[in-house]
């Protein structure tokens, strides 16, 4: 065999640039699922592991107007309730500067920061909310430049207040100003109830022990039965997109969106795989086209069809090999940062960690997928006779329709009409040539269609319908003339419009 070997690291290292790019063919593949593959382990495992460790809620109701202990307490006492936390929550205005324009945020505050039970909190830095002390949430300093020991003058009921930041707060349960959300301040009760007026809860939190959402449902219902009977409006503010009342405490709920994503990218891997696939499909059977002779005189010496297919798979493994080799280490730097960079646009935290999956994956994909892609052409040519090789010098006994009409058109140059023939020489290469590079195109061109399109469509074609700035819902029916009587006395209001949307 060590003739055999040494012609296969001849073939491998003689052929540089065949051997480098049938490697990087086959690399490309492999590290984009092995990439996708770790980033979501990585983003999924540790999202996971922080949301369950924050004890989350099963029942997420806000309450208008608020209520006092006495009335969460009373919830709390409804079959099938384990838990139950009130926490209060407005809409104020801020900046950080007089002269700055007030803009949108939130107020929270809890009974006890150091007794939470559900949706706990977590103290990044500082300590936690006291007197005129606020929190502020994850990602303020970034997206709004609050950070610690930075004055925040904020707005309630028209009557403006310099509050210190004291701490930073991770709350998983509100949006993430880098995904659009607005800062999110956070104070004690009493300082709640001093600058709103009320210390009473508005939001109502509650875990129904074992998951079920249909008993889950049905506890919801009655909670809100027991509120409507008091008079306090109520309805669902869970941290999903649309909102809602009832979610699975033991399932983060941004991973639904996540898997989509990850999904697509998914597919996308598995098709630039599927299409690198066919070009190393065409090199081997190019390959073995240039060898056809050195196949025969292989056979000529003594070497059966198994020693064949073992010589050229030899090869195929080798490339499979050192794409592994450079597709796992990359794969796993890329799903590194791609993770840490949307965990941190989420608020989340965690350690990478090597994925198993994504490596066994990528073994699979590089050793298994070539091999796999090449056994056609390998086995045609392993099956050839001596007569059969010895005697092919890489020309066709019998001419093409091809062939035939480039003879007959004498005024095209004659290197013209050889590259011409030459190209169509081999119908099934020029095939799966031709549909790599179509599904490329056409892949390229639907990405780029669906980012426009969707970018258009919540840019520039949303807006221009909407047309407005300001959209306020109330409580009850009001008079339409009121309501525009109101909203066109305040300055800067160009024109005002109300809809009925019982």
């Known amino acids: ?23 990087l063919i086959i690399a490309v593949g492999t590290f984009a699922i092995g990439m996708i593959i770790g980033t979501r382990q990585f983003m999924i ?43 209060l929550g407005e809409s104020i205005e801020w900046r950080l500067s007089p002269d700055d324009p007030w803009q949108p945020g939130g107020l929270n505050a809890r009974d006890n920061y150091a007794q939470q039970s559900l949706a706990r909190y977590e103290l990044l830095s500082g300590s936690w909310p006291h007197k005129k002390s606020f929190g502020v949430g994850q990602g303020g300093d970034t997206a709004f430049g609050i ?13 403006e207040s310099a509050v210190t930041i004291g701490g930073v707060i991770y709350d998983q349960n509100v949006q993430p100003p880098s995904f659009g959300g607005s800062v999110q301040f ?16 508005t939001r109502i939190l509650a875990a129904t022990g ?6 889950a449902n049905a506890i919801a219902d009655e909670m809100q039965d027991k509120l409507e009977r008091q008079g306090v409006e109520s309805g669902g503010f869970a941290p999903v997109i649309g909102g809602g009342r009832v979610i699975d ?28 696939l066919f070009l190393v499909y065409n090199t081997i ?20 069809r198994g020693t064949i297919l073992l010589v050229y798979l030899t090869i195929v493994f080798a490339y499979g090999v050192m794409a592994l080799l450079l597709a796992v280490p990359l794969s796993a730097l890329a799903a590194r940062s791609l993770g840490g960079y949307l965990m941190a646009a989420f608020n989340a935290e965690g350690e990478f960690e090597l994925s198993p999956l994504a490596i066994q994956a990528q073994v699979l994909i590089a050793l298994l997928a070539p091999i796999l892609a090449s056994l056609g052409p390998l086995w045609t040519g392993a099956r050839i006779t001596v007569r059969e090789a010895i005697s092919n010098y890489g020309l066709r006994a019998d001419p093409t329709l091809l062939d035939r009409l480039l003879a007959k058109m004498r005024y095209l140059p004659e290197l013209l009409t050889l590259t011409i023939s030459n190209t169509f020489r081999h119908k099934q290469r020029v095939i799966l040539t031709q549909i790599t590079l179509v599904l490329s195109g056409l892949i390229f061109m639907t990405v780029m269609t669906t980012r426009d399109t969707a970018n258009y469509t919540f840019g520039d074609l949303l807006f221009s319908i909407l047309r407005f700035d300001i959209n306020l819902a109330t409580e009850r029916p009001e008079r339409v003339d009121r309501l525009e009587a109101i909203a066109l006395s305040q300055a800067g209001v160009k024109a005002v419009e109300v809809w009925d949307l019982e």
């Open 186 to 201: 956070y104070t004690t009760r009493e300082q709640f109830g001093h600058l709103l007026g009320s210390e009473n809860f």
């Open 285 to 304: 059977t190019a390959l073995i086209s240039r060898q056809i002779n050195q196949i025969g005189i292989l056979k000529a010496i003594g070497a059966g």
């Open 249 to 276: 405490p033991a399932k983060h709920f941004f991973q639904d969106p996540l898997d989509g994503l990850f999904f697509i990218m998914g597919f996308m891997a598995v098709i630039a795989l599927i299409l690198g």
């Open 210 to 215: 074992v998951y079920d959402p249909t008993r």
């Open 147 to 159: 950070r610690e020991g930075t004055t925040v003058y904020i707005r309630v009921n028209n009557r």
């Open 1 to 23: 065999m060590g003739v055999l070997w040494d012609k296969v690291w001849r073939d491998l290292w003689e052929n540089k640039g065949r051997t480098l790019q049938v490697v």
């Open 45 to 87: 495992t540790g999202m996971e592991a922080t949301w369950r460790s924050s004890s989350p809620a099963t029942i997420y109701l806000w309450a208008q107007p608020s209520i006092d202990d006495d009335a969460l307490a009373a919830l709390g006492h409804i079959h099938g309730v384990t838990q139950i936390e009130g926490m």
